[in-house]
């Protein structure tokens, strides 16, 4: 998908794109799907071939993040190499994929945000702190590597923990 995402001149990086879709589900967007074409394909020329193969994974994607909304605790994973090397790539990949999060999680506005528990909150000052990530003079040894595999295990609690709160909230005004 990075290759495809290079060739149609998107700037965006798959995880980042993966963050943007989650946070989009998370956070219940009004006509997300449209949301999301308007973000991504609103400069895309219909006619260039490369652009429309990227449209068809990037939709796929979606799908994909959306499809699994009933059961993400146990399908979800985050878009990330899959290498445990700390390297550049796994840094920027984690940093985007905050980005991306926070960025789609963002469009639900202020009503999310009152649903979330402190706990969850925390998480998403931390998930922002992450997102500004130094990715340069990664050391790639043991102690990086499982600071990598927690840093991802965190960003998957945190998303569960998100999901909760506002899955707990959605039934407490539903029955209000």
């Given at each position: 998908?990075a290759v495809?995402?290079?060739?149609?001149?998107?700037?965006?990086?798959?995880?980042?794109?993966?963050?943007?879709?989650?946070g989009l589900?998370?956070?219940?967007v009004d006509?997300?799907?449209?949301?999301?074409?308007?973000?991504?394909?609103s400069?895309?020329d219909?006619?260039d071939v490369?652009?429309?193969e990227?449209?068809?994974l990037l939709?796929?994607?979606?799908?994909?993040?959306?499809?699994?909304?009933?059961?993400?605790?146990?399908t979800?994973a985050?878009?990330?190499?899959t290498?445990?090397?700390?390297?550049?790539r796994?840094?920027?990949?984690v940093?985007?994929?905050?980005?991306g999060f926070?960025?789609?999680?963002?469009?639900?506005?202020?009503q999310v945000?009152?649903?979330?528990?402190?706990e969850?909150?925390?998480w998403?000052r931390d998930?922002?702190?992450?997102g500004?990530?130094?990715?340069?003079?990664?050391?790639?040894?043991?102690?990086g590597?499982?600071?990598?595999?927690?840093?991802?295990?965190?960003l998957?609690?945190?998303?569960?923990?998100?999901r909760?709160?506002?899955?707990?909230?959605?039934?407490?005004?539903?029955?209000?």
């Amino acid at each position: 998908m990075a290759v495809a995402l290079e060739r149609a001149g998107f700037d965006q990086t798959p995880a980042e794109l993966h963050g943007f879709a989650l946070g989009l589900l998370l956070a219940g967007v009004d006509d997300a799907r449209r949301i999301w074409q308007q973000e991504l394909y609103s400069e895309l020329d219909p006619a260039d071939v490369l652009a429309g193969e990227c449209r068809v994974l990037l939709e796929r994607l979606f799908a994909t993040v959306f499809s699994a909304d009933d059961d993400i605790a146990a399908t979800f994973a985050l878009l990330l190499p899959t290498d445990i090397e700390v390297n550049q790539r796994s840094l920027v990949a984690v940093r985007d994929w905050c980005q991306g999060f926070l960025y789609g999680f963002g469009l639900g506005g202020e009503q999310v945000d009152r649903g979330l528990s402190a706990e969850s909150r925390e998480w998403l000052r931390d998930v922002g702190e992450i997102g500004l990530l130094d990715t340069e003079g990664a050391d790639n040894d043991e102690e990086g590597q499982s600071a990598l595999i927690e840093i991802g295990e965190y960003l998957r609690a945190g998303v569960m923990l998100v999901r909760e709160d506002l899955k707990s909230g959605q039934s407490t005004n539903e029955r209000e």
